[in-house]
């Protein structure tokens, strides 16, 4: 049974759960219980076999921000890094090949293109005025990298973005208020001049989680810059996302918190107003002596842990109303003999080892646009509206397959989980993976089933088995639209991880900060909390002044992978010596 009291108490095991639950445990100096319904912590930092035996597929999480992701769990936990959390980058990050014209353009990593001269190079085959606006944004990055670093701990990515602005203002570069109206298809298509550049622009806000349709939510004129600016520094989780929660574990265990899996919480007690503990369904009470922290969503926390009774009108309208049917993605896992080989490779044979590659049918990004009504209307878009995602890790990291073998991957727009009944899931898995392997194979010959090993699909309905994303599979537990972000973002009476109940705090990707499996989310909530409590401000300590040391973070990890950049090479030279 679990203990009786804790000084906090959180429900939900996910990212966010441990990462505040670090903070709180080492530099709050509290005890801490954490009480998960599932079998394992970890929430969307997950990885599975799932393809086939000793492939190992990133189940939620699959994309990782140098800048945004880890920085400051980085600096406040030495060990983290070496516990598991572990970064690198295939050679070329952002790219996307072009059906119609058997082109590809390639946006090379900082790992192998520190100065992004390269990658400039690749932009000029379509447009020298783009390449030289490429290398203009790069060459801004003193200003723009720390304001990347600083994004996932400045409140919300609005106000980072905000801060930017001005310190470039300052510089005498000023944002066009216009620009700021702009959907992401009318802010790409002013800021780059091709077609080809507008398109994987596009596409990346699409996997951010925009409706790339909305006004208020484009990248135009200098937030367009620095989106650019931030995809050399994508990565991925070495050996998998869950490795992560692995390395949260083992800090959490060391400094004293419990977790306990297989307890579903039904209520948190409130007494006079505030909240002192919890109620498991099997009616087991959990004291909690300063806090109780929720990282389920915005309707879950309001409904079925707090209740109605508790809550304004407004605030249950409000939460009624919240938006939760856009960010519906689906997420296939092949198991392959060999790795996909792109006829696009006779442009730039580097395309082979790209990874977030967009498999663009036609040249435009208004297609994109198409892809989004469909989902709209909470239909699957048809096959020749869409624009997927490849990628493939083991070419960087063979951790992911077995030994000669391959782990590849499709990002794809789904309609959420409810549109279909589970026998009708069922069904879309076997057929629409057939029309997903014929579409590949156009650009990709030998992804045929001869080289299938075997595959899996993680449709919205299977990502349901996260309880904080039910019901309809929302990755971001809540959508991004404008009126669900920065300040109002789940809405505007829980902005700030507080809530109506004196000591009961919340975090999760439904509040500000980016909707993703960031420990930053946690670290947020947690700066909140010491602020209430007085608890220990790490942020505070000399040589971690913010946003230097986050930035600093990031630097450390830019130059390791730099380095080991030119072994790889030397060691593959010497190879063929």
């Not at 469909?374 to 239909?379: N, P, S, Y």
Request: aromatic residues 10%; negative net charge.
């Amino acid at each position: 049974m679990p203990d009786e009291t804790y000084d906090a108490v959180i429900v939900g095991g996910g990212n966010k759960g441990l990462a505040v639950a670090m903070w709180l445990a080492r530099y709050g100096g509290l005890s801490v219980g954490i009480f998960e319904s599932r079998h394992e912590v970890g929430g969307c930092w997950a990885s599975e076999e799932k393809a086939a035996p000793g492939f190992i597929s990133n189940t939620h999480a699959q994309m990782i921000f140098l800048g945004m992701h880890w920085p400051a769990a980085w600096r406040d936990f030495p060990e983290f890094e070496e516990y598991g959390c572990k970064v690198d980058m295939h050679v070329i990050n952002n790219s996307g090949i072009f059906r119609d014209s058997g082109k590809c353009l390639a946006i090379y990593s900082v790992k192998h293109d520190p100065t992004q001269e390269r990658t400039a190079r690749e932009i000029a085959r379509f447009s020298e005025r783009d390449a030289d606006l490429w290398l203009t944004a790069w060459n801004m990055r003193d200003v723009v990298r720390p304001g990347a670093a600083e994004m996932g701990t400045a409140g919300t990515v609005e106000e980072g973005m905000q801060t930017l602005l001005a310190t470039l203002a300052e510089k005498g570069i000023k944002q066009e208020p216009i620009l700021g109206t702009y959907s992401a298809i009318r802010g790409a298509q002013e800021t780059w001049e091709s077609k080809e550049m507008q398109c994987i622009m596009v596409r990346m806000r699409l996997s951010a989680g925009s409706d790339v349709t909305l006004p208020r939510g484009g990248a135009g004129g200098i937030a367009g810059l620095f989106l650019g600016s931030t995809l050399p520094y994508m990565c991925f989780q070495v050996g998998g996302t869950h490795q992560v929660a692995h390395a949260a574990h083992k800090i959490l265990v060391a400094d004293g918190a419990k977790i306990w899996t297989h307890c579903d919480v039904e209520k948190v007690i409130i007494e006079n107003g505030k909240a002192t503990g919890i109620r498991l369904t099997d009616g087991t009470e959990i004291g909690a002596r300063k806090l109780v922290i929720s990282t389920l969503s915005p309707q879950q926390l309001c409904f079925d842990l707090i209740g109605r009774d508790y809550l304004s009108d407004q605030i249950i309208r409000r939460i009624e109303l919240l938006e939760s049917s856009h960010n519906i993605a689906g997420w296939y896992q092949w198991a392959i003999h060999e790795p996909p080989k792109y006829t696009a490779a006779e442009f730039n044979p580097d395309i082979n080892e790209a990874y977030w590659l967009g498999l663009h049918q036609v040249t435009d990004p208004n297609t994109i646009a198409r892809e989004t009504y469909w989902r709209k209307l909470g239909k699957m878009a048809p096959i020749e509206d869409l624009n997927p995602i490849a990628w493939c890790h083991t070419l960087a990291d063979p951790r992911y397959a077995p030994e000669g073998k391959h782990l590849a991957s499709n990002e794809i727009w789904m309609p959420p989980a409810p549109a279909l009944t589970e026998k009708e899931w069922m069904a879309f898995k076997k057929e629409h993976a057939k029309d997903m392997l014929s579409l590949w194979q156009t650009f990709a010959p030998n992804m045929t089933w001869d080289n299938v090993i075997g595959y899996s699909i993680d449709t919205p309905y299977d990502v349901c088995r996260m309880k904080n994303l039910r019901p309809n599979g929302c990755w971001s537990v809540i959508d991004t639209v404008p009126s669900q972000t920065g300040a109002f973002r789940p809405i505007p009476e829980l902005h700030g991880h507080r809530t109506p109940i004196k000591n009961l705090y919340a975090t999760g990707a439904a509040w500000e900060g980016i909707g993703a499996g960031v420990s930053e989310g946690g670290y947020n909530c947690y700066k909140v909390i010491a602020e209430d409590l007085d608890l220990g401000k790490p942020w505070l300590e000399p040589g971690k002044e913010e946003p230097a040391s986050l930035y600093e973070q990031v630097a450390i990890r830019e130059k390791r992978l730099q380095e080991q950049a030119e072994r790889e090479k030397a060691e593959k030279e010497q190879s063929r010596v």
